[in-house]
């Protein structure tokens, strides 16, 4: 079996130009996990060196932030022997829809194709906390954050990818007159202080 960071440089989920990234910076860079989640065999191999990073944790349920993250969260728990479910944007902020919930005391784990921020992470953790649920940790395939995230909670990536991400007023492209992109799933984000 091929570890992650082999899938990773197998296939063109790096990219190059001028995006807009969910978390609402700019970046010369994108990590388009899509490209890798039409492979299910891999992705499978993903999720499970993943799921074998919180084995240990008693996860009773994995949750994803829609859409990104859903493939994962099923993945995932299919290989911990969990629940799946995932998050939606309902007014702007993260919930619990589909008739979805969690118990109290409930241990979840939550998945995240890439962390840039970690604000949607980190808003999913808080929805499950104020729900009841008890977080045992956050996982995601990369971690592009650049710096040491603080979430509360253990927090695994298979691959840590240095790329650069700008506030939109500081965003040397935008001053170059390059038009961006936006390749991700969310239409909106104010991008974290």
Same mark, same amino acid.
């Given at each position: 079996?091929?570890?992650?960071?082999?899938?990773?440089?197998?296939?063109?989920?790096?990219?190059?130009? $001028?995006?807009?990234?969910?978390?609402?910076?700019?970046?010369?860079?994108? #990590?388009?996990?899509?490209?890798?989640?039409? $492979?299910?065999? !891999?992705?499978?191999?993903? =999720?499970? !060196?993943?799921?074998?990073?919180?084995?240990?944790?008693?996860? !009773?349920?994995?949750?994803?932030?829609?859409?990104?993250?859903?493939?994962l969260a099923y993945e995932v728990a299919r290989?911990?022997?969990?629940?799946?479910?995932?998050?939606?944007?309902?007014?702007?902020?993260?919930?619990?829809?589909?008739?979805?919930?969690?118990?109290?005391? !409930?241990?979840?784990?939550?998945?995240?194709?890439?962390?840039?921020?970690?604000?949607?992470?980190?808003?999913?953790?808080?929805?499950?906390?104020?729900?009841?649920?008890?977080?045992?940790? #956050?996982?995601?395939?990369?971690?592009?954050?650049?710096?040491?995230?603080?979430?509360?909670?253990?927090?695994?990536?298979?691959?840590?990818?240095?790329?650069?991400?700008?506030?939109?007023?500081? =965003?040397?492209? =935008?001053?170059?007159?390059?038009?961006?992109?936006?390749?991700?799933?969310?239409?909106?984000?104010?991008?974290a202080p």
């Amino acid at each position: 079996m091929a570890s992650f960071a082999e899938i990773f440089r197998r296939h063109p989920l790096y990219q190059e130009g $001028h995006f807009l990234l969910s978390s609402g910076m700019h970046s010369p860079t994108y #990590i388009q996990i899509a490209l890798l989640l039409q $492979h299910p065999t !891999e992705t499978a191999e993903a =999720c499970r !060196e993943l799921a074998d990073r919180f084995r240990d944790r008693g996860v !009773e349920v994995v949750v994803g932030p829609a859409i990104g993250a859903i493939v994962l969260a099923y993945e995932v728990a299919r290989q911990l022997g969990a629940r799946a479910l995932w998050t939606e944007r309902e007014e702007g902020r993260m919930a619990l829809r589909r008739s979805f919930t969690v118990r109290p005391g !409930e241990r979840a784990l939550v998945v995240e194709d890439v962390v840039t921020t970690g604000a949607a992470v980190g808003e999913v953790k808080r929805l499950l906390e104020a729900h009841g649920a008890q977080v045992v940790g #956050i996982g995601a395939l990369v971690d592009r954050s650049g710096t040491a995230l603080t979430l509360g909670v253990p927090f695994e990536a298979l691959v840590t990818v240095e790329a650069e991400a700008y506030l939109p007023a500081l =965003c040397p492209l =935008c001053r170059a007159g390059l038009p961006f992109t936006k390749p991700g799933s969310r239409t909106h984000a104010t991008p974290a202080p």
